[in-house]
């Protein structure tokens, strides 16, 4: 089955830098990359996706790249800001097989301090 | 728009019992997954279902079961609850068969004593 790793698993930036997470994944047939973020006490939600025929969306201040052939995608986040600050985790999934169904393979997440 | 609810929110069973869980999708949506987040293991897929039927299934032993009603509304159930079950435990839906992202419940944080 799919297997994805990210990295780093923390990751303490100065207010107005930028902060790179990469993940990487084994099943050659995934076509749809997520990423989520979640807050301390709150759901994870939904802050950008790429499908494998993008090789980058970019959404004010996050963008997220894939490169198909290393099997990798990392995302972005340009002037960090205080309220950056959460656990960031990254997803893969085949988007095609119906029989794959709806199942997300995520990364083990990436702790974000943004500091004032 | 009512978002994904799941309950209760928060729960303490004894080793040995068995609990149960809700979820109440997003109207429309079709598609239940379900997810245990631990500190040590992440978010970690249970199983899916769609249109009453079970779609996929994690690598869970079968203490874990769920089921899907008729109005996409859906339960899991777990049986001899051990300590090592004492997790955060997420739904999410979504529209229908392979539809990218899922919007997540707020979850059910379930301890075991």
């Known amino acids: 089955g799919e297997n994805v790793e990210q990295h780093p698993s923390t990751l303490s930036v100065q207010e107005g830098d930028s902060a790179v997470i990469k993940c990487t994944y084994s099943?050659?047939?995934?076509?749809?990359f997520p990423w989520y973020k979640q807050e301390l006490g709150k759901r994870p939600q939904l802050i950008i996706d790429i499908r494998s025929n993008v090789g980058e969306k970019k959404d004010q201040r996050i963008a997220v790249t894939l490169n198909k052939t290393a099997k990798h995608f990392s995302l972005h986040i340009t002037e960090t800001q205080p309220e950056d600050s959460a656990v960031y985790f990254c997803?893969?999934?085949?988007?095609?097989?119906?029989?794959?169904?709806?199942?997300?393979?995520f990364g083990g997440g990436t702790r974000v301090l943004v500091k004032p | 728009k009512a978002g994904v609810t799941q309950t209760p929110r928060y729960l303490i069973k004894t080793r040995g019992q068995q609990v149960t869980l809700s979820c109440s999708p997003i109207s429309g949506h079709r598609s239940v997954s379900w997810y245990q987040q631990t500190p040590g293991q992440g978010l970690q897929f249970l199983f899916e279902?769609?249109?009453?039927?079970?779609?996929n299934k994690g690598n869970f032993p079968g203490r874990f079961s769920g089921r899907q009603f008729s109005n996409s509304r859906s339960e899991m159930n777990v049986s001899t609850l051990e300590l090592g079950d004492s997790a955060l435990y997420l739904c999410?839906?979504?529209?229908?068969?392979?539809?990218?992202?899922?919007?997540f419940g707020s979850g059910t944080r379930l301890t075991v004593v």
């Open positions: 999410a839906s979504s529209l229908e068969q392979a539809v990218y992202g899922y919007t």
């Open positions: 099943d050659s047939a995934s076509n749809y």
């Open positions: 279902y769609f249109s009453e039927t079970q779609r």
């Open positions: 997803a893969a999934r085949n988007a095609v097989v119906q029989a794959a169904g709806n199942k997300l393979t």
